[in-house]
């Protein structure tokens, strides 16, 4: 019977002495005026495309991308507060030769009006543009050109991040109204699974994602 026991215990601990893994992200939920986007990597797309590659893939576009840090950054504090802005433009292609953007025009945005994100409660928070730092401003060597936007408290629940007028290069785009929410995503797998996994072998565990309201 201790036997029993003892194996019983043991195939539990195997099984269900899992890792769990969660990450909760701000994702872009839509654009408004039928802007394309990729949620996934919270990218806003400001101009059309010059065409498609053969893969299919959009050319030449001008872009955004927006991220709301879940994850300790060094050298910055109140990292829960803070919405990294950054820009460039996807490569093209004319008379089949490949044309790599000049980066430095295209990756130092600047936001010419004041930033409003509409809380889920519609209150509103105003984040005056002369209080928006750029990185590539206060060092013009570093390699992480972006525009750093503080907010006075943590954001959580469905925002509306209105960005306005953009200067990216020599142009300044209207950005349109972007609607961010929560995205969580949960795995988990057993000791046993990671063991075996390490092996060639994959043992599947509990995975969801789905919008979050926290």
Not at 51 to 71: A, F, Q, V
Not at 98 to 115: G, M, R, S, T
Not at 173 to 189: C, G
Not at 206 to 212: A, L, M, N, P, V
Request: aromatic share 12%.
């Amino acid at each position: 019977m201790k036997k029993i026991l003892f194996t019983f215990i043991i195939l539990l601990l195997f099984t269900n002495c899992a890792g769990l893994y969660k990450n909760e992200k701000y994702r872009v939920k839509y654009v408004d005026k039928k802007y394309d986007y990729e949620s996934l990597h919270n990218i806003i797309f400001l101009t059309k495309s010059f065409g498609e590659s053969k893969n299919n893939y959009n050319l030449g576009r001008i872009y955004l991308t927006i991220e709301i840090p879940n994850y300790e950054i060094p050298n910055y504090t109140y990292n829960d507060l803070l919405i990294i802005i950054k820009s460039s433009k996807e490569k093209s292609i004319l008379k089949e030769n490949l044309i790599i953007p000049k980066k430095d025009k295209y990756n130092k945005p600047e936001i010419l009006n004041n930033v409003v994100i509409t809380k889920k409660d519609g209150k509103k928070i105003i984040v005056d543009k002369n209080k928006i730092r750029y990185t590539y401003k206060e060092n013009p060597d570093t390699e992480f050109k972006e525009a750093l936007i503080y907010l006075p408290e943590i954001l959580s629940g469905p925002i509306t991040l209105e960005l306005g007028r953009v200067k990216i290069g020599d142009e300044v785009y209207n950005v349109p109204k972007i609607y961010m929410q929560k995205y969580r995503v949960t795995e988990s797998y057993s000791l046993l699974g990671s063991l075996l996994e390490e092996g060639g072998e994959h043992l599947p565990g509990y995975h969801s994602e789905g919008w979050i309201d926290d």
